[in-house]
């Protein structure tokens, strides 16, 4: 298994908080992205990160921001969280353009009440 | 925009038979596509990655197959198993750089003794 871990596994927050969900790898890989999981849309990019310090928004990017200070760890923050955030959030890692598999974390399930 | 597609949405079959699940993308524009297999509460599991410039890849049981040109792509399962019991993910990498992946829904399989 390629070597990502996500922390919190699990976490319940109140709306209104802010709150950081980490990942961090030990493959040295350049690209790190955050996605994600909900029932009937599949997973969604939020932001990546092709370098450090270097990242950009995905798909569904409003309401989250990410931070690059090192290679191997990537967090993305909810900076208000809402009721709409409660989801199954995967970090994920890829190296070069594209020649190489892209693998996943386990998840971090984030309940936001 | 690039939508992915996965047909069926569910599968239930008895041990030992073959399989064939189907994914469709309406930009043939791809750099790669990637078969992935998810378990109840997992992270994603990388099973197959076929580069725009290839046909089909095969590994034991599966084989998967890709036709670039009419925007679709296979994976046959050869005698399944109760423990290939799972949900199957197709993603696609656009051309252009960063390896973002594009999801499809996912073809949730159960495969009973």
């Known amino acids: 298994d390629a070597g990502i871990t996500q922390s919190p596994r699990h976490k319940v927050t109140e709306t209104g908080t802010p709150v950081t969900l980490r990942c961090h790898q030990t493959e040295n890989h350049r690209y790190m992205y955050w996605y994600r999981q909900d029932p009937g849309h599949g997973l969604r990019l939020i932001h990546y990160?092709?370098?450090?310090?270097?990242?950009d928004k995905g798909e569904v990017s409003d309401g989250y921001s990410v931070s690059r200070s090192k290679t191997e760890d990537f967090l993305l923050t909810l900076e208000s969280a809402t009721s709409s955030q409660t989801s199954v959030y995967f970090c994920?890692?890829?190296?070069?353009?594209?020649?190489?598999?892209?693998?996943f974390g386990q998840g971090t399930r984030l309940t936001v009440v | 925009k690039q939508e992915v597609t996965q047909i069926p949405a569910a599968l239930s079959v008895p041990e030992g038979e073959n399989l064939v699940l189907n994914c469709s993308f309406t930009d043939s524009a791809i750099y790669n596509l990637q078969w992935f297999r998810q378990d109840p509460g997992k992270g994603l599991t990388s099973l197959l990655l076929?580069?725009?410039?290839?046909r089909e890849q095969t590994s034991g049981r599966l084989n998967a197959s890709l036709d670039k040109s009419s925007g679709r792509s296979t994976l046959y399962i050869a005698a399944s198993q109760p423990g290939d019991s799972a949900t199957y993910l197709c993603a696609v990498v656009l051309s252009g750089g960063y390896n973002k992946l594009i999801f499809g829904a996912g073809t949730r399989l159960a495969v009973h003794p």
């Open positions: 990160s092709y370098g450090v310090k270097d990242t």
């Open positions: 076929i580069q725009s410039s290839q």
């Open positions: 994920a890692i890829s190296d070069l353009a594209g020649d190489t598999e892209a693998f």
